[in-house]
């Protein structure tokens, strides 16, 4: 079983910064794709940003303000958020995506999301 697990949310004011860190641990051998998506109340789950091979993608409404990053050898996924807005307040969940060992010693496919972490951008 593939688990991550976040931290770094929590309150902050218009124009501060936050750092959402997120680990993955498990029977990983290889991880593809990590991420982070949100949620809003009353909104939609929505992608944020995602980084692949040193690749990145960013929603247009955080480009420019966010930044992600990875420990690939520790399986950790950073989100960096400078000059928060109100807008940005939601839920941050990570994703990861890979293959693991399962637990008949074979490969599987892997798709994990954390219980997420709250931010708030509010003065």
């Known amino acids: 079983q593939v688990q991550t697990v976040e931290s770094g949310g929590g309150l902050v004011q218009p124009g501060g910064s936050l750092r959402l860190s997120c680990v993955a641990s498990?029977?990983?051998?290889?991880?593809?794709?990590m991420g982070w998506y949100r949620q809003a109340p009353g909104e939609q789950r929505e992608l944020v940003a995602t980084i692949r091979s040193g690749s990145t993608n960013y929603a247009d409404s955080v480009k420019g303000r966010f930044t992600v990053s990875t420990d690939a050898a520790k399986n950790i996924v950073y989100l960096q958020m400078n000059s928060l807005k109100p807008e940005d307040t939601a839920v941050y969940y990570c994703n990861a995506e890979g293959i693991k060992r399962g637990s008949d010693n074979g490969i599987q496919r892997f798709q994990a999301w954390g219980q997420g972490t709250p931010v708030t951008v509010s003065s």
């Open positions: 498990g029977n990983i051998l290889r991880m593809n794709i």
